[in-house]
T-cell receptor, first 111, second 117 residues
Framework: KNQVEQSPQSLIILEGKNCTLQ??????????LRWYKQDTGRGPVSLTI?????NTKSNGRYTATLDADTKQSSLHITASQLSDSASYIC??????????FGSGTRLSIRP | GAGVSQSPRYKVAKRGQDVALRCDPI?????LFWYQQALGQGPEFLTY????????KSGLPSDRFFAERPEGSVSTLKIQRTQQEDSAVYLC???????????????FGEGSRLTVL
């Protein structure tokens, strides 16, 4: 069964600290993997895209990694800001319509 | 506007009523998706259109759910005889179709929050 599992389910950290969110998937075939940020009451917004051949990609303070052999991805956030408080959703694209969403990690940044 | 627009943003329905949720995708986007998102969960796939063709409706939970995109642009998700378990946020997303048939980045609307009393 195609699944995307994320951990932790929720996380609270102090402003300025770093954190890493995990994503394990069992989706096949694999096309690409994206991390989305979803603010409360808003639709998800794409942060990064990882293709099969990419190991790491950065977008400002966000760095995503992908290990296609172990089917794991991580999202690392450095120097967290209050505006980083959101749900972060790992999404694996298998085919045109087979896009599998994880349940998300709810991140709270405390001042 | 330049983004995906959904209406209404909020809908309260009495159990048994029919509701219709509208999605205006980004102009020119071939692909359109509907998702259902329960509180604290990730979006769950409902249905997928490529232009006006509904290519996948495997995620629709029952025959009370119906979606259409008659002219390949605006889409409507209709829920008949609403039940309390239908209460959720309904997200619409559109995307370009990339070379090779892959789906590009999904651009989401703000969602329509449905509450069934």
């Amino acid at each position: 069964k195609n699944q995307v599992e994320q951990s932790p389910q929720s996380l609270i950290i102090l402003e300025g600290k770093n954190c890493t969110l995990q994503c394990n998937y069992t989706v096949s075939p694999f096309s690409n993997l994206r991390w989305y940020k979803q603010d409360t009451g808003r639709g998800p917004v794409s942060l990064t895209i990882m293709t099969f051949s990419e190991n790491t990609k950065s977008n400002g303070r966000y760095t995503a990694t992908l290990d296609a052999d172990t089917k794991q991805s991580s999202l690392h956030i450095t120097a967290s800001q209050l505006s980083d408080s959101a749900s972060y959703i790992c999404v694996v694209y298998s085919s045109a319509s087979k896009i599998i969403f994880g349940s998300g990690t709810r991140l709270s940044i405390r001042p | 506007g330049a983004g995906v627009s959904q209406s209404p943003r909020y809908k309260v329905a009495k159990r048994g009523q029919d509701v219709a949720l509208r999605c205006d995708p980004i102009s020119g986007h071939v692909s359109l998706f509907w998702y259902q998102q329960a509180l604290g969960q990730g979006p769950e796939f409902l249905t997928y259109f490529q232009n006006e063709a509904q290519l996948d409706k495997s995620g629709l939970p029952s025959d009370r759910f119906f979606a259409e995109r008659p002219e390949g642009s605006v889409s409507t998700l209709k829920i008949q005889r609403t039940q309390q378990e239908d209460s959720a946020v309904y997200l619409c997303a559109s995307s370009e179709e990339l070379a090779g048939g892959d789906t590009g980045e999904l651009f989401f609307g703000e969602g329509s929050r449905l509450t069934v009393l």
